[in-house]
């Protein structure tokens, strides 16, 4: 306790917190803790008595054990529970505030609820939902990344891509792989997804790809012209995910490690096609 002795000493002869950082003594933050705790003892006054080493010992425990249970706590703590179910609700920190603002008169900042929502989110379990889909109810179509094509005379590479249509009850998918992500290719896609399923879903859920889906919005997309007729030639319904919210699709896709070990058969539940060239015309053979 000898140095805090001697703070307290220069403290009372007037020197600033600063001077006994830079003397070595202590540093700045435990001077001003140390300044303080004297002021409420009365340690500073001329004239009292400072306290032996087992009281001051004590009382700058006390202190150090007072300020961290203030920097744990937080001014949100009453509304925990309510947190806590906007958290399982999926409500997003920035909608909190404003409601904790507005409705239960928080004063704190936005970096608060932040801080708290992420203390509470690793004990909150995540909810899911499973979803159930009826025969020929949906089907949900998705381009994903394909391998690199190297052109053996040229020596050039093509990036491309694998649309992939999957049937929601039986699992069953349609796979192939394409050069571009046009709405021509789309379109293509779609027709030859029919051709083999040999039907055609009630819905087709779908990502907010360009080429289907020209403004993304959560209630009211603009769909891509093309793409619309082809929803009404067909008889299908265009069911666009929620905006930024893929995940409400369900049901993932994860391509064999090579097209040549699938089989086009009708009773396999993958069928994997090629296609580089331009998308076939409607008098073409089915694919």
């Known amino acids: 306790m000898h140095h805090y002795r001697q703070a307290l000493m220069r403290m009372r002869q007037g020197e600033s917190d600063r001077r006994i950082a830079e003397d070595k003594l202590m540093g700045r933050p435990r001077a001003a803790s140390l300044r303080r705790l004297a002021l409420e003892r009365g340690w500073l006054e001329p004239g009292t008595a400072l306290p032996d080493d087992a009281v001051l010992a004590a009382d700058v425990e006390a202190s150090k054990t007072a300020r961290k249970r203030a920097a744990q706590g937080s001014s949100l703590e009453p509304h925990r529970a309510l947190v806590t179910g ?160 893929p995940q409400k699709k369900g049901i993932g896709w994860a391509p064999p490690s090579s097209p040549a070990s699938s089989t086009s058969s009708a009773t396999s539940s993958r069928c994997w096609r090629q296609r580089t060239s331009p998308t076939p015309t409607a008098n073409s053979p089915p694919g």
């Open 86 to 245: 906007w958290i399982a609700a999926g409500v997003e920190a920035t909608a909190m505030h404003q409601k904790l603002a507005r409705d239960h008169a928080f004063t704190g900042h936005y970096s608060s609820v932040r801080r708290f929502v992420r203390q509470l989110a690793g004990s909150v379990p995540r909810v899911t939902t499973v979803l159930d889909f009826a025969p020929g109810d949906t089907a949900q179509v998705d381009f994903g990344s394909g391998p690199v094509l190297i052109d053996g005379r040229t020596g050039e590479s093509s990036k491309t891509w694998v649309f992939v249509m999957t049937l929601a009850w039986s699992r069953h998918q349609y796979a192939e792989l394409v050069t571009d992500q046009s709405v021509e290719t789309w379109l293509g896609c779609h027709r030859r997804s029919f051709e083999h399923f040999g039907t055609v879903p009630a819905r087709v859920l779908i990502d907010n790809l360009k080429a289907a889906i020209v403004r993304a919005c959560y209630h009211d997309p603009d769909v891509q012209r093309s793409y619309a007729d082809c929803a009404s030639d067909y008889g299908f319904v265009i069911a666009p995910c929620p905006v930024r919210d």
